[in-house]
């Protein structure tokens, strides 16, 4: 038992990752041990030195999904390095069939998917990479050359999915990053409002005719802060009587009601998360984001109400209105942090592939598989004619 928390230590956030990686090792070691044998039939050294520089890169990430083994603390970064390992060694193996292109034909498909999925539709070696795959499917036949085109897009394709998951997680370590310096600046704000309470109150001063009616006031008007309000003043002096009244709690309580506001935002705003199968967090630190944003921006808008900056508004009534306006302000950090969201959307659909341009129908083109036209008729014409209608 005393061993189940390290285990859990080391395995989060990438259990379900390094188990696939860790199937897709034994699944090459399988590949490259038959392919072995197929080269060593034929008598050719160029192609066991290939396959022996898989076994290495295979040997690489097993030993990267070793957590024992791995210098680094294994948070999810370890999958990615073994991906890369992994990735290589398919390169490999499949460079071992440049003798005999055409057994490769079954592999082929796939090849063009993950050039078509990672690499933008006017990239040259895409296009090169479709060229060949239409050559293809018209003779049936694919050589040497063609071969090595096909898979020299499909290495640069690997190398874009890992500058994307790698852009992912500085995506999330940056935003964590001012996630945290904002809760440090909100604490700070309130540690030093606390010592501090009649520095820059969160008060209001509207006039009797609309606080409780006070006959020994020496002013016409009623100190209204968020934890306390007090319509009998004794003071003549504006300052005086919102230091009177203000307390150490003043702010602490409007940062938690902002808090609690964007938080309910943050919950609110997962309707639109599709989650992520990477091993980098991008959702949960853009909902960290919203949690101190929140708590500053009911600060803030209570002191630019407070100093006039929102005409008709420049003296609540009561604590509860303050209160109440805390909410909005805590939850009026979506107008801010919605173009962080954005980004965040776009970092995550960049680790899936590069997003192509809409069609003037508000539609994304797709490009069809390899393989012949189809001929022109009656019913393909309807069926465009149909299309372009809908």
């Given at each position: 038992?005393?061993?189940?928390?390290?285990?859990?230590?080391?395995?989060?956030?990438?259990?379900?990752?390094?188990?696939?990686?860790?199937?897709?090792?034994?699944?090459?070691?399988?590949?490259?041990?038959?392919?072995?044998?197929?080269?060593?039939?034929?008598?050719?050294?160029?192609?066991?030195?290939?396959?022996?520089?898989?076994?290495?890169?295979?040997?690489?990430?097993?030993?990267?999904?070793?957590?024992?083994?791995?210098?680094?603390?294994?948070?999810?970064?370890?999958?990615?390095?073994?991906?890369?390992?992994?990735?290589?060694?398919?390169?490999?193996?499949?460079?071992?069939?440049?003798?005999?292109?055409?057994?490769?034909?079954?592999?082929?498909?796939?090849?063009?998917?993950?050039?078509?999925?990672?690499?933008?539709?006017?990239?040259?070696?895409?296009?090169?990479?479709?060229?060949?795959?239409?050559?293809?499917?018209?003779?049936?036949?694919?050589?040497?050359?063609?071969?090595?085109?096909?898979?020299?897009?499909?290495?640069?394709?690997?190398?874009?999915?890992l500058r994307e998951k790698l852009r992912a997680?500085?995506?999330?370590?940056?935003?964590?990053?001012?996630?945290?310096?904002?809760?440090?600046?909100?604490?700070?704000?309130?540690?030093?409002?606390?010592?501090?309470?009649?520095?820059?109150?969160?008060?209001?001063?509207?006039?009797?005719?609309?606080?409780?009616?006070?006959?020994?006031?020496?002013?016409?008007?009623?100190?209204?802060?968020?934890?306390?309000?007090?319509?009998?003043?004794?003071?003549?002096?504006?300052?005086?009587?919102?230091?009177?009244?203000?307390?150490?709690?003043?702010?602490?309580?409007?940062?938690?009601?902002?808090?609690?506001?964007?938080?309910?935002?943050?919950?609110?705003?997962?309707?639109?998360?599709?989650?992520?199968?990477?091993?980098?967090?991008?959702?949960?630190?853009?909902?960290?984001?919203?949690?101190?944003?929140?708590?500053?921006t009911a600060v803030l808008g209570l002191l630019?109400?407070?100093?006039?900056?929102?005409?008709g508004l420049t003296a609540l009534d009561s604590?509860?209105?303050?209160?109440?306006?805390?909410?909005?302000?805590?939850?009026?950090?979506?107008?801010?942090?919605?173009?962080?969201?954005?980004?965040?959307?776009?970092?995550?659909?960049?680790?899936?592939?590069?997003?192509?341009?809409?069609?003037?129908?508000?539609?994304?083109?797709?490009?069809?598989?390899?393989?012949?036209?189809?001929?022109?008729?009656?019913?393909?014409?309807?069926?465009?004619?149909?299309?372009?209608?809908?």
């Open positions: 038992m005393p061993g189940r928390y390290p285990e859990w230590y080391r395995e989060r956030r990438s259990w379900e990752l390094g188990e696939d990686a860790r199937a897709t090792v034994r699944k090459l070691r399988a590949l490259v041990s038959e392919r072995r044998h197929v080269v060593e039939a034929s008598g050719r050294p160029d192609g066991q030195a290939i396959l022996g520089a898989a076994d290495e890169e295979i040997d690489c990430a097993e030993q990267t999904l070793t957590f024992d083994e791995h210098r680094r603390a294994p948070l999810g970064s370890h999958v990615t390095a073994a991906q890369l390992h992994l990735n290589t060694a398919r390169l490999l193996w499949l460079k071992s069939f440049l003798s005999s292109p055409a057994e490769v034909a079954p592999y082929l498909p796939g090849l063009l998917a993950v050039v078509r999925e990672h690499l933008a539709r006017d990239d040259p070696r895409r296009v090169a990479t479709e060229v060949v795959m239409e050559k293809y499917a018209h003779r049936r036949a694919i050589d040497e050359t063609d071969l090595v085109v096909v898979l020299e897009s499909v290495d640069v394709a690997y190398s874009v999915t997680g500085s995506f999330v370590r940056i935003v964590c990053g001012v996630a945290a310096f904002l809760f440090v600046l909100a604490a700070g704000v309130a540690v030093l409002t606390a010592f501090f309470p009649d520095s820059v109150p969160l008060c209001f001063n509207p006039s009797r005719q609309s606080a409780e009616p006070a006959t020994d006031s020496k002013v016409p008007y009623a100190i209204v802060c968020p934890t306390a309000s007090q319509g009998s003043l004794d003071s003549t002096e504006l300052d005086q009587n919102f230091a009177a009244v203000t307390s150490w709690g003043d702010y602490v309580v409007v940062e938690i009601v902002g808090l609690v506001a964007a938080g309910v935002a943050a919950a609110s705003a997962l309707r639109n998360i599709r989650g992520t199968s990477t091993t980098y967090p991008v959702p949960v630190a853009l909902a960290a984001l919203k949690l101190p944003a929140g708590a500053l630019l109400m407070r100093g006039g900056f929102v005409p604590s509860a209105q303050i209160i109440a306006w805390a909410v909005i302000f805590g939850y009026s950090q979506e107008l801010f942090t919605k173009w962080v969201d954005r980004q965040g959307q776009r970092v995550l659909e960049s680790v899936r592939g590069p997003l192509d341009p809409p069609t003037a129908a508000g539609r994304t083109t797709v490009v069809p598989a390899a393989g012949p036209a189809p001929r022109a008729g009656p019913a393909s014409s309807r069926s465009a004619d149909e299309e372009a209608e809908g």
